[in-house]
């Protein structure tokens, strides 16, 4: 099957061709014609399943065959009404689709943009005065630049939800709602999704109108793709294993995860130490130096950038060949996110996970999400105590008596965070989320509301 076949138009598929794609992968061979009949989609597809090319796709098809109606009640100074909006949980991610609207629409005159917090909010108020077809925005900026009557919405045709469960976890449910009550009621709604918990089939309920359901590339078949290994290792000799296994098999490109920021400056500061280059992204760092640390990882000119859970979604690299988690994640969901920044779209890649004796009960609550086991391999010169390799524990998750339980103490008295928390940048110290310290809530972190600098 090829994208001409799917009845997409020459200028599309000649963009795509120039992408270096040549076969759609199995979400795009499904949602492509539903969402071109014009009827509502509800997907469930993890990251990296090619979905953004299966809305965007179809969308520049729509609005490029039927003509734009006229501005009439549209803003004063737009030159166009708004006709497609885009609503990401985060500011890479709104960044990466909106890359991706303009690869794949370069042959058309279609215009777009994408605005989030962490920048300046004038740029992006000329930029939408001048008039844009198409917009991705996280929730907490485009609601900025609404109360600024900067932006229209009462001419949307296509609105698209990506993410909706990151939107959950993240707490911004309510600003999407928000969001939805400003559209037409005359809309094609597309909502994507990689898990579908009660609270999203409930927005799925009152959002779409019959929707096409489909499903691919479940988390199993996702994480199938990737070869995961454990390293059983002693806490304070981590940082010595990790240099060594990137100096040893010469990695090029890795992305490594930390739970909190300051583990992701300390061990940056570490890497370049032992003279390997890296660079750091989390919440609190600028957009601008986010943005440049990215490109320069893309680039080659990076070999490793270190970044928590939040500031990482929307890194779209391809062939991404190495992911590591430096620390587990206390949510055994966001692992599967983690790595799934590799093995993209059908690709092979590889998961290495460094694990401590204080880290066992988030591996056995991983594997038992995974419902399989993590090999376990012991590098020479980094044997850890006799104690901290634990023996795979397994099982079809539920109450079972050797299920660690969701909130079971951590080894250091806290409590492991439960899904109000999940996804969130934690200050290591006090652990105070990041909105308790002045962060805005498009960053992936509460709700703050200082003008201009939400996101």
Same mark, same amino acid.
């Given at each position: 099957?090829?994208?001409?076949?799917?009845?997409?138009?020459?200028?599309?598929?000649?963009?795509?061709?120039?992408?270096?794609?040549?076969?759609?992968?199995?979400?795009?061979?499904?949602?492509?014609?539903?969402?071109?009949?014009?009827?509502?989609?509800?997907?469930?597809?993890?990251?990296?399943?090619?979905?953004?090319?299966?809305?965007?796709?179809?969308?520049?098809?729509?609005?490029?065959?039927?003509?734009?109606?006229?501005?009439?009640?549209?803003?004063?100074?737009?030159?166009?009404?708004?006709?497609?909006?885009i609503l990401t949980p985060t500011r890479e991610l709104a960044a990466q689709v909106e890359a991706s609207v303009r690869a794949?629409?370069?042959?058309?005159?279609?215009?777009?943009?994408?605005?989030?917090g962490g920048v300046g909010i004038y740029p992006q108020t000329a930029q939408l005065k001048r008039g844009v077809d198409i917009l991705v925005a996280t929730p907490g900026r485009l609601l900025d630049h609404h109360a600024q009557r900067n932006v229209d919405l009462s001419h949307i045709e296509i609105f698209v939800l990506d993410e909706a469960d990151r939107m959950l976890d993240m707490g911004f449910i309510r600003d999407v709602k928000r969001a939805l009550?400003?559209?037409?009621?005359?809309?094609?709604?597309?909502?994507?999704?990689?898990?579908?918990?009660?609270?999203?089939?409930t927005l799925a309920g009152t959002l779409l109108d019959r929707p096409a359901m489909i499903e691919v590339a479940p988390r199993d078949a996702t994480v199938e793709m990737i070869q995961q290994v454990v390293y059983p290792v002693d806490r304070d000799r981590k940082p010595d294993l990790l240099t060594a296994l990137i100096g040893r098999n010469d990695w090029r490109q890795v992305l490594v995860f930390t739970r909190t920021k300051h583990g992701a400056d300390k061990l940056t500061r570490r890497l370049n130490a032992d003279a390997i280059r890296a660079l750091a992204i989390h919440g609190n760092k600028s957009q601008n130096l986010r943005t440049r640390?990215?490109?320069?990882?893309?680039?080659?000119?990076? &070999?490793?950038?270190?970044?928590?859970?939040?500031? +990482?979604? *929307?890194?779209? $690299? =391809?062939?991404?060949?190495?992911?590591?988690?430096?620390?587990?994640?206390?949510?055994?969901?966001?692992?599967?996110? &983690?790595?799934?920044?590799?093995?993209?779209?059908? +690709?092979? *890649?590889?998961? $290495? =996970?460094?694990?401590?004796?204080?880290?066992?009960?988030?591996?056995?609550?991983?594997?038992?999400?995974?419902r399989k086991p993590i090999r376990r391999e012991v590098i020479a010169g980094f044997e850890p105590d006799a104690n901290a390799i634990a023996q795979p524990v397994f099982m079809q998750r539920g109450r079972g008596r050797d299920q660690t339980p969701r909130h079971a103490p951590e080894p250091n008295g806290r409590h492991k965070r439960g899904p109000a928390h999940r996804g969130r940048d934690v200050h290591p110290q006090s652990r105070r989320t990041t909105a308790s310290l002045g962060q805005k809530r498009d960053a992936g972190r509460g709700h703050a509301h200082a003008r201009g600098t939400k996101g």
């Open positions: 099957m090829s994208f001409h076949s799917l009845g997409l138009s020459d200028a599309l598929v000649r963009a795509v061709t120039e992408q270096g794609y040549t076969t759609p992968t199995p979400i795009q061979r499904q949602a492509i014609p539903a969402i071109l009949a014009g009827g509502d989609l509800l997907a469930g597809a993890q990251t990296g399943t090619g979905k953004t090319a299966g809305f965007v796709l179809p969308m520049l098809h729509r609005l490029a065959k039927h003509s734009a109606p006229t501005a009439g009640n549209a803003l004063r100074n737009s030159r166009r009404p708004l006709r497609a909006l794949y629409g370069r042959h058309m005159k279609l215009s777009s943009m994408a605005v989030f009550a400003l559209l037409p009621k005359q809309r094609q709604n597309l909502l994507f999704s990689a898990t579908f918990p009660e609270a999203i089939k640390a990215l490109a320069e990882f893309k680039g080659g000119a990076v &070999r490793v950038l270190v970044a928590t859970d939040i500031a +990482a979604r *929307g890194i779209d $690299i =391809s062939q991404l060949p190495h992911v590591v988690n430096y620390d587990l994640p206390h949510v055994p969901e966001d692992y599967v996110h &983690r790595i799934g920044r590799t093995g993209r779209a059908g +690709a092979t *890649g590889e998961a $290495i =996970s460094l694990v401590c004796v204080d880290e066992q009960a988030f591996l056995r609550d991983i594997e038992q999400l995974l």
